[in-house]
């Protein structure tokens, strides 16, 4: 129970202290997917498919990409970029691989059916990077290229009808310390019965 909570509690994203040389090996790779696809699924059953993207010029592509969503986004809403954030984009197209979480088929226009189908594909991103940070590989969840994903599709060939969720760069890490966050107990964010009771 220690290690598992230990696992879950210092998933944190990694934007620093990565190994850019090292190639995430195909092996770890496999054993990670082989625990995503382990994570619970709803009625859209196993729709889950992964993408692997090791090639320096797709990498390349991608990176770009996902650099002008974030400079976007940070113009957008005003905020600033943190220096982890401007780590991983000065690097991005440096990273060992780029794991793509797909889901075939699409989402329906009401919220029932998307908490469906996202919610039968996201527990497998997630289990995705918690196998990752058990084998010593770092990662962050990005979601934000999904602003700009024809272009990715067309990038990476992938079909109609198929839905890009998550991208995870990933790469060993070289001496991250990860910790718990500092985060509101569950006492000050749980309701018992009614809103807001306690």
Known sequence: MEDVEHILSTARSVRRKLDYSRPVSKED?????????????????????????TDPDKKKQIADIYCEVLQQISVDRGVTLKPTHNALMDRLH???????????GEPTDDVGGQ????????????????AMRARGIGTTWTSLLTARSKEVASILEVPEGVTQTVMLPAAYTLG?????????PAEQVTYWNTWEAD
């Open 115 to 130: 908490v469906g189908f996202f919610g039968s594909i996201l527990p497998a991103a997630w289990s995705l990077m918690l």
């Open 94 to 104: 440096e990273i060992p691989c780029m794991v793509f979480v797909f889901a075939i």
């Open 176 to 184: 991250a310390r990860l910790k718990p966050a500092d985060r509101r």
């Open 29 to 53: 790779l496999l054993a990670c997917i082989n625990v995503a696809v382990q994570a619970p699924t709803g009625i859209i059953g196993e729709n889950w498919r992964f993408l692997v993207v």
